[in-house]
């Protein structure tokens, strides 16, 4: 009888009927069609005869017999009396150990070309986090092997961090050498309204083959759809959480929570939602800490989440940004002077902070960490007149060892994106900048 479960489950779960409606109407990213009859996130498929294709979609909306659909694909060649044809199912997230070193797209397909991935079964894009009280508490350093972060702004095992800056500042370069450097397990990795140029690039420079190999990236061009790019947010979210379920520690990299943010807002306003705060309507800030809530620890594995905020006009106060910084449990700021500097990674110290630094160090790596940050901002009190020539060696102590320990400090934070160091070794190199003893070990 075993032999034929997996058949009689399959003809259980079938439905007989075919659901089909017809589009009536098309009206920017919305497609109106009456009927079929079907759920609101049910997927279906709008056939286009004329060109032998179907498009997926999504239900967003239902008025009565009409219901509101926004495609994954271009809708070019759609016509009205197009048939709509319902799925009978939600999408789901395609789940195997198999996914280790593919690239797929915001649907669960491959798109790099090395043949279909077979799933052993599915995740649900849409789940709620780990209970609060079932979360394991965050006690251990994770390493990401940059070392401003490692010494300066400590991350532990299931941590959110947001990393903010503008364009062009560094943001990919980062997430790259955490993706080759980390000792996390696993990495997951969503390129969300990404320019298409850079996926590659990123894959083949920031990640390499090392990093991919342990990688699952997830992409959503910025040219795709909105609502295959916020989907594709979700299919990583998912993935990640089912390396977790298997007791893995993951690296998530989200890059960009901006374009998944801006996604939300092009679905939200084509159907009727009234915009808000700066032209973002109410459902952008209801939809951001249900999807960063996700990246949590529980009591099979831990997910780490590194979000990337793309930084309107540098503006860190703007909506987003504000959301963004008030849901993590840190935030990494990147500094375009720093980067005009070439000082790479741009890594703003002074402006960045991770909530959990004294949780998951010992009182002497913290001494460390506090002695090097009080130089950075006696220097930086200081630069205008020490730049000018106009200050007087011996009139402040703290000033004095601050321009001594400047030089060492710059070395330690500026690393190229082939170099890596263990977290002992970063505590032992930041303890001799400091010029304290060496903290040992480096977590509890």
């Not at 709008?46 to 271009?74: C, K, W, Y």
């Not at 690239?103 to 790099?112: A, H, K, N, Q, T």
């Not at 909105?226 to 989200?254: C, H, N």
């Not at 506090?370 to 220097?379: P, S």
């Amino acid at each position: 009888m075993n032999m034929f479960a997996k058949y009689v489950s399959a003809v259980k779960e079938t439905d007989p009927i075919t659901y089909i409606g017809k589009v009536v109407r098309v009206r920017g990213l919305l497609i109106e069609s009456m009927g079929p009859t079907v759920t609101v996130g049910e997927l279906c498929h709008i056939v286009i005869t004329r060109q032998n294709r179907s498009i997926p979609a999504e239900v967003v909306g239902l008025h009565g017999q009409v219901v509101q659909l926004m495609p994954f694909d271009e809708v070019e060649g759609l016509d009205v009396g197009a048939a709509v044809i319902a799925a009978g199912t939600n999408l789901q997230a395609p789940i195997t150990p198999d996914l280790l070193g593919r690239v797929i797209d915001s649907l669960g397909r491959p798109i790099d070309g090395l043949g279909d991935i077979v799933p052993d079964g599915f995740y649900p894009l849409y789940r709620n986090p780990p209970a609060v009280l079932d979360r394991l508490p965050i006690r251990n350093q994770v390493g990401t092997g940059v070392r401003a972060i490692d010494g300066l702004l400590p991350v532990g095992k299931g941590q959110r961090l947001g990393i903010f800056s503008g364009s062009g500042v560094g943001k990919s370069t980062i997430l790259g050498m955490i993706a080759k450097n980390t000792n996390a397990q696993v990495n997951v990795i969503a390129l969300i309204g990404e320019r298409g140029r850079e996926v590659q690039e990123f894959i083949d420079h920031e990640l390499g083959p090392e990093g991919l190999a342990r990688s699952v990236v997830v992409v959503s061009t910025s040219n795709t759809p909105p609502l295959a790019r916020l989907k594709g947010a979700y299919m990583a979210t998912a993935i990640a959480e089912y390396f977790r379920d298997q007791g893995k520690d993951v690296m998530f990299l989200f890059d960009s929570v901006s374009r998944f943010a801006r996604a939300q807002r092009e679905i939200g306003l084509s159907i009727g939602e009234a915009p808000a705060t700066r032209g973002y309507p109410p459902s952008v800030f209801a939809t951001l800490p249900k999807l960063l809530e996700r990246c949590a620890n529980s009591e099979k594995g831990t997910i780490t989440g590194f979000y990337t905020v793309l930084v309107d006009g540098d503006d860190m106060d703007e909506p987003i940004s504000d959301a963004v910084r008030g849901i993590l449990d840190g935030h990494v700021v990147l500094s375009r002077k720093l980067a005009e500097a070439y000082h790479f990674p741009a890594v703003d110290v002074l402006g960045s902070v991770s909530r959990l630094a004294t949780k998951i160090t010992t009182p002497l790596q913290q001494k460390a960490m506090g002695q090097v940050r009080r130089w950075m901002a006696a220097y930086k009190d200081h630069e205008d007149l020490i730049s000018l020539g106009a200050y007087s060696r011996g009139s402040n102590p703290l000033v004095d060892k601050a321009i001594e320990r400047k030089e060492a400090i710059d070395a330690f934070l500026v690393q190229g994106t082939e170099e890596s160091d263990s977290i002992n070794e970063n505590w032992n190199h930041l303890a001799s900048v400091a010029q304290i003893e060496p903290p040992g070990e480096s977590t509890k």
